[in-house]
């Protein structure tokens, strides 16, 4: 089939994507998240990982973490666009500073008897995760980690019995003793 | 074996796949190649409207009139989506299917700020059912027959689906309905048996019971209306309904207390506010319903029926609240009456009778007569005589003229009474009975209308004679905004702020220019031999009838005031007076 014939331009040639984790402060107030979500589906970005809470109670201030992928002009447009929304204060790319340190919790619910109840503990220890309930045939284990070690302690979890997981997201900073 | 086609001939297919047979809207750059795809068929037929909230009312319109059926609309990215902006959230309020499909910029200049782009599933989050963005081609056809699925299930309502224009050019593997079963949405239609029961019991031992339905009735199709009449029936309690669901229930029906709210009858509101036992059956205690909501029916125990679970304890707490489609609840409360053998409390019902009848002897409905002016209600009753025979369909604009029309037009069936409930839309009316006229070629299609409403869609007159669909616009002109004018005298001292309707046009002239037919009658001894030049003028008409200026609207419950503080049409006072200060920060 021939081109078919349309007024817009053609798409440009596709680019390397790269994983930004951006911290956003913001006013804590209603509708924010909604500003915030609605920019990045109606301009057909994506988030991977979008993490809320406020941190300066008595301003009214919340910190919100958002990782995302694009490609270089991508991620420029979405720091644009995120600075531009009123009651954004500022936007930091995380990951433009340096390696940020970035870290979730998981916690991972496995059912199990015998030998899998024991390698599931066992596993457990090695990763550090704290165990937060118990019963008989049940473990609820809390882990706190980067993303990849994350990633790895849930698949291994799959093998001995895992029936549920919760996740926060990514929490970041940058290092050092700069302040954003 | 899946046949492999481009996005714009999916849509097409899946248009006809879903049995659709009329198409409103407008092209543009975005949706070009659906356009192409719709040039090489004809089984279905695209209806060019003028604008696109106009083709929104439209398929509204067309949906209403005649069960099961989802109305389609096919627009162009940018302004021909936020044009739809307004016909989406009409359709939202009052729970009407329609699949509306807008066009997009290609998916890589989504976020440039392209020409003609614009956010349309952020903009329509809100004043839609759900909406669909579809970035890959592989999606499209499941889209598609999901969002047919998704409009006519459940509670009905629109939904949008925004298809780049890239992903119209693309080729795909199609599928077919049947090979599309949503994976989650399984909306509830078969009530809690047990609640049924209790149901049943409650409405058995009343003393004093009322029916009070809904559009839910209507939009559960003719077999729902049909139920509560057997119901209605098998107890002979008195039965009311809302805007929304006039013609479920027979006015001519000695058990029908008329329309309630607002403007509802005295006996309506009163039993309302007096029963023992209120069920309410797809209406969802509306404020324009309930007045104010402390001193709502204070003594009565509430069974609510509808198909929305957030619709149940969301403005009035209710004692038994059963989830399901009305059809299929009312099937079931027939059918327990029948084998409990429920009786009814003969004695208590003879003396709640005569109370309604009481009230009913108020005469709410009542106004002063005129031999030199046009009265608006004289003029619906004559038009309501004169056409009743015809099974018509009526649609409205918004405002005095949709009230008379509620009031002094009486309805037989569902599905003939089309007007823009929830959120009040002047401009509903014309292209409303586009649609509706467009799946009823033969049937006669009215719409009842005011000056300044109908000027909001006016355009619309030409999509009418383009299609040769003889609608007739019969036009209340008081040549003021009326219901605004209303509501100035009540609460604003009579400082009539920009409601005159100035410098209108002469709508003979104007139908005739638009290639129609125009009427202008002042003299209510001519208004029967104008109302049938109208009927029998095969084609679209403007009937400018001439009415009394500064007419009420009575009865009404005004703002702040509960179901038994109503103005009747006889009252003689001050108006400026009757609502205080309190009520008046109301709407």
């Known amino acids: 089939m021939s081109q078919p014939a349309t007024h817009y331009p053609k798409a440009p040639k596709s680019q390397p994507s790269a994983r930004h984790t951006l911290a956003v402060i913001v006013d804590n107030e209603p509708g924010v998240l909604a500003r915030i979500a609605g920019l990045f589906s109606g301009r057909g970005y994506n988030i991977e990982s979008l993490t809320v809470s406020e941190t300066e109670h008595e301003k009214h201030l919340s910190r919100i973490t958002v990782v995302t992928s694009g490609t270089a002009s991508v991620i420029d447009q979405i720091k644009a666009h995120l600075d531009r929304l009123v009651p954004v204060h500022r936007v930091v790319d995380l990951t433009e500073q340096g390696e940020a340190l970035e870290r979730e919790l998981a916690l991972v619910k496995v059912v199990g008897k015998g030998e899998y109840r024991v390698e599931a503990m066992r596993l457990a220890s090695a990763f550090g995760a704290r165990t937060l309930d118990a019963s008989l045939t049940s473990f609820v284990f809390e882990l706190t980690g980067s993303t990849e070690e994350i990633e790895r302690f849930i698949k291994l979890m799959t093998a001995v019995g895992l029936t549920e997981v919760s996740r926060t997201g990514i929490a970041a900073m940058s290092r050092g003793p700069e302040a954003m | ?587």
């Open chain 2, 1 to 587: 074996m899946s046949e492999m086609m481009t996005g714009a001939e999916m849509v097409v297919r899946a248009l006809q796949d879903q049995g659709v047979e009329h198409l409103f809207g407008y092209p543009g750059g975005a949706v070009l190649p659906i356009y192409d795809a719709i040039f090489q068929q004809d089984k279905v037929k695209h209806v060019l409207v003028r604008h696109e909230q106009g083709a929104v009312h439209a398929a509204e319109g067309y949906a209403r009139s005649g069960p099961g059926k989802v109305g389609c609309v096919l627009v162009t990215s940018g302004p021909g989506a936020t044009n739809a902006v307004t016909g989406l959230t009409d359709a939202l309020l009052d729970s009407i299917p329609l699949v509306v499909i807008t066009g997009q910029v290609p998916t890589h200049l989504i976020g440039s700020d392209a020409f003609q782009e614009c956010d349309t599933v952020g903009i329509t989050r809100s004043c839609t059912k759900h909406n669909y963005l579809v970035k890959s081609i592989h999606d499209l056809p499941r889209v598609l027959h999901e969002a047919f699925y998704v409009a006519a299930n459940g509670r009905p309502g629109p939904v949008v689906i925004d298809i780049p224009k890239d992903i119209q050019f693309a080729t795909g593997a199609y599928s077919r309905p049947r090979d599309n079963q949503h994976k989650t949405y399984r909306p509830v239609v078969k009530g809690d048996i047990g609640k049924i029961k209790a149901a049943v019991d409650l409405i058995a031992g009343a003393k004093k019971p009322v029916f009070y339905t809904g559009g839910g009735v209507i939009n559960a199709g003719p077999h729902a209306a049909a139920l509560l009449r057997e119901l209605a029936r098998l107890t002979g309690y008195p039965v009311t309904s809302t805007l929304m669901g006039l013609g479920a229930f027979p006015a001519d029906d000695k058990q029908w207390l008329g329309m309630l709210g607002m403007h509802g009858t005295y006996e309506a509101n009163l039993a309302m506010h007096d029963c023992d036992v209120m069920v309410a059956i797809g209406a969802r205690f509306d404020d324009r319903i309930t007045g104010r909501i402390d001193a709502f029916s204070p003594r009565s125990k509430k069974i609510h029926i509808d198909i929305d679970p957030s619709s149940i304890n969301k403005n009035v707490k209710v004692d038994i609240g059963i989830v399901g489609d009305c059809a299929h609840v009312l099937e079931d409360m027939v059918r327990l009456w029948r084998e409990t053998g429920a009786q009814v409390d003969k004695t208590a019902l003879a003396t709640w009778w005569t109370q309604i009848e009481g009230w009913r002897g108020r005469k709410s409905l009542a106004y002063k007569r005129s031999d030199t002016v046009i009265k608006p209600q004289y003029a619906v009753e004559r038009l309501y005589q004169l056409t009743k025979d015809r099974d018509p369909f009526i649609t409205t604009e918004v405002g005095q003229h949709q009230m008379w029309a509620a009031q002094h037009f009486h309805f037989q069936e569902p599905n003939r009474w089309m007007t823009s409930g929830g959120l009040g839309t002047m401009g509903y009316g014309l292209p409303a009975a586009i649609g509706v006229q467009m799946k009823h070629p033969k049937s006669l299609v009215i719409d009842i209308a005011g000056e300044a409403s109908i000027l909001m869609n006016m355009q619309e007159m030409s999509t009418a004679v383009q299609y040769r669909l003889p609608v007739k616009i019969f036009i209340l002109n008081n040549e003021y905004m009326g219901m605004v004018r209303q509501w100035q005298e009540l609460l604003h001292g009579g400082r009539y702020s920009e409601s005159y309707s100035q410098s209108l046009p002469d709508f003979v002239k104007l139908a005739e220019a638009y290639g129609g037919h125009g009427i202008r009658c002042e003299d209510p001894a001519k208004l029967d031999d104008a109302i049938m030049e109208m009927i029998d003028t095969p084609k679209p008409v403007i009937f400018d009838c001439i009415v009394a200026k500064e007419e009420n609207c009575f009865p009404m419950i005004p703002s702040g005031k509960a179901h038994n503080e109503m103005i009747l049409p006889d009252f003689e006072g001050d108006t400026g007076q009757i609502i205080d200060a309190k009520g008046k920060q109301l709407v």
